[in-house]
């Protein structure tokens, strides 16, 4: 049982007693009419033609009245309808009557019935009826606009939403679909014919679809967003945000909203690998393991197939690093000119992003392969390149993703280069105590031995033995030796004057300096090299030194031949002396290692010193006549 009282007038009730008004209203009227016909035509012998005339209208319009009360009877109208047809019905009636009455009434107080007064009157009161409909109708025509125009907006959000939406009827435990825009289409490769009139559970397969979709319908509805995963078209699974929106009061029509995350959601995966990543890459030791790690993390984890680090040298920038698919799309990675767009970026210290480099006049090669293209600058370093042969193929989220890491890649090169120029100084430093510490051994030991000969023989000279003074005069030419290599060390690490040398004129003059003996010197190289051409004759005569002294034992005279690399930058000397066995060419170069009596030990350290200190290579190997062959590669 329902507790209170039931309503005087149930809505049936209220339909049969408005139609019951305008049936009364049509019948009484048609009553009227058809009575002045009988009176005109029968009592009165009035032509029957005029009488109908006169009748005809207001018949007409009983005759819709009663249809009208038909309708409302048998239900064919809606209540709200039916009771404003009814109310107005009696409002027109009433006030017409009443206003006819009115006048009616004082007339015959005046003894007088004036029909056109009455007629004017009544008149009067249509027209002001009809200004009071017609301003109602407009106020419903104008609410009635704009309800259109406000449905045209809706209807423009609906279908240009960057969202995907379905509006829903909710029947039962299931949600209808009545239609879905655009974007929903696209997204999920669904259009109207395949989804109105069917239930969003046989869109989204049970599978597929989500507890949020089957609680809504099934609960109070207040959860009304949810995040879930969804398969789109192309079989990718996407994450979005489905808000349910309400658009009648009993929530029985609906719109589901699905706002795609799936951009967001990378974006913070990347971001979080990225990250994970630039604590490896901040760990690197050298500016090279900073620029390979680079190219990996452009690789794999923001998916830069494309990429290459530049470093900025002597004006250029020269490739120190990239990818495997950079190098196969290029037959050679270029070194790009201060005529480029990476050198623009350099210099602004601005990234630079294209949907196709092949529209910009900067671009290095005008054939490049290369469409989509983004650089970064990587601060006094150089900059980062990452490329793509499809065009349009980087979005603002690789942009921005791009950005991340040469920021964390700049931080990283600065640190490592500070690094390794704090390395390079501690060596420097190392190598300085090093050589202080070889020259305390040399003044301690070796120049103190032929100082300590020579004051002995001095003073066998003054005793009357005048062989002592060869060889005093010896040990002291022993000490100038000495002293000149050390001069020579003293030098190791300076900055070196370069320029181009002839390896003939260089070579001819040291030899010139070096007591050669019965010993030939062959010149078999043209080359010009950039050097100290001062350290370079030092490096010729220490050289020629060494073969002289180990050659002197031989019977035929010593061979030495000078000459170019065959298939390298730089040139070789030879000899036809014993040669080094393979299991001293590595500790020859040690200060202090000599196989002589005479030797200082430090004739041939000094030679890999001025290698060295011009960024020289030196190697030692078996010359054609059997003796020793040193190659110098200067590239």
């Not at 209208?57 to 009245?65: M, Y």
């Not at 869109?203 to 009304?224: C, G, H, L, M, P």
């Not at 830069?304 to 002597?314: C, G, H």
């Amino acid at each position: 049982m329902h507790s209170g009282t039931a309503p005087l007038f149930s809505a049936y009730k209220k339909r049969l007693l408005a139609g019951a008004v305008v049936l009364t209203i049509g019948f009484t009227l048609l009553g009227i009419s058809l009575y002045d016909i009988y009176v005109d035509a029968i009592i009165q012998n009035d032509p029957l033609h005029i009488t109908l005339a006169e009748n005809s209208l207001p018949i007409l319009f009983d005759l819709i009245l009663l249809a009208v009360g038909f309708s409302i009877v048998s239900q064919r109208w809606e209540l709200k309808k039916s009771m404003l047809v009814a109310k107005w019905t009696l409002a027109g009636v009433g006030l017409l009557a009443s206003i006819t009455l009115w006048v009616y009434f004082f007339q015959t107080l005046q003894s007088e019935v004036k029909i056109d007064v009455i007629l004017a009157h009544t008149t009067t009161i249509g027209a002001v009826f009809g200004v009071v409909i017609g301003l109602y109708s407009y106020q419903q025509y104008a609410r009635q606009t704009a309800l259109e125009a406000e449905r045209d907006r809706v209807g423009a959000l609906f279908e240009n939403s960057t969202d995907c939406i379905v509006e829903l009827e909710q029947t039962g435990d299931e949600l209808v679909i009545i239609g879905t825009n655009d974007r929903f289409t696209r997204t999920f490769g669904y259009d109207d014919t395949d989804t109105v009139g069917k239930t969003l559970s046989t869109i989204f397969s049970e599978r597929d679809r989500q507890a949020f979709e089957t609680r809504y319908v099934t609960a109070d509805n207040t959860d009304n967003t949810a995040i879930i995963k969804r398969q789109d078209a192309q079989g990718n699974i996407r994450s979005f945000r489905v808000t349910a929106i309400p658009l009648t009061e009993t929530g029985d029509r609906l719109y589901f909203v699905y706002t795609d995350l799936t951009l967001q959601y990378t974006y913070q995966e990347r971001l979080s690998k990225l990250h994970g990543i630039t604590r490896s890459i901040i760990s690197a030791e050298t500016t090279a393991d900073v620029a390979t790690k680079c190219v990996t993390a452009a690789e794999s984890v923001l998916e830069l197939k494309i990429t290459t680090v530049m470093k900025q040298t002597d004006g250029e920038l020269v490739p120190v690093a990239w990818t495997p698919k950079a190098e196969s799309v290029f037959d050679t990675l270029p070194t790009l000119t201060q005529d480029s767009i990476a050198w623009d970026v350099y210099e602004t210290k601005t990234a630079f992003s294209t949907e196709d480099v092949r529209t910009d006049d900067r671009r290095w090669n005008k054939d490049t392969k290369i469409k989509s293209e983004m650089i970064a600058p990587l601060g006094s370093y150089g900059v980062l390149m990452v490329g793509s042969t499809e065009k349009g193929a980087f979005s603002s989220l690789d942009f921005t993703l791009f950005r991340v890491l040469s920021s964390n890649i700049e931080a990283s090169l600065s640190r490592a280069d500070r690094e390794e120029q704090l390395r390079a100084q501690e060596a420097a430093l190392e190598e300085r105590n090093n050589r202080l510490e070889t020259f305390a051994s040399v003044v301690s030991h070796d120049l103190r031995n032929p100082l300590s000969i020579a004051q002995g023989y001095l003073e066998l000279a003054r005793s009357g033995e005048p062989s002592a003074f060869d060889r005093t005069q010896d040990a002291l030419a022993r000490m100038e030796t000495l002293i000149g290599d050390l001069l020579t060390l003293a030098r190791h690490g300076e900055v070196v004057a370069v320029k181009q040398c002839r390896v003939t004129e260089v070579a001819t003059s040291a030899w010139s300096t070096v007591e050669t003996g019965a010993a030939t010197l062959s010149i078999e190289s043209e080359a010009t090299i950039a050097a100290d051409e001062s350290l370079l004759r030092q490096l010729f005569e220490n050289l020629f030194r060494n073969a002289i002294e180990h050659g002197e034992c031989k019977e035929t005279p010593l061979e030495v031949v000078v000459g170019s690399l065959p298939d390298e930058s730089g040139f070789y000397v030879a000899d036809s002396g014993p040669g080094i066995p393979s299991a001293d060419r590595e500790t020859v170069f040690e200060y202090g290692y000599t196989s002589t009596s005479n030797g200082t030990g430090f004739g041939l350290a000094i030679v890999n010193q001025i290698v060295q200190d011009h960024g020289w290579m030196i190697e030692i190997t078996d010359a054609d006549t059997g003796g020793a062959r040193f190659e110098i590669r200067t590239d």
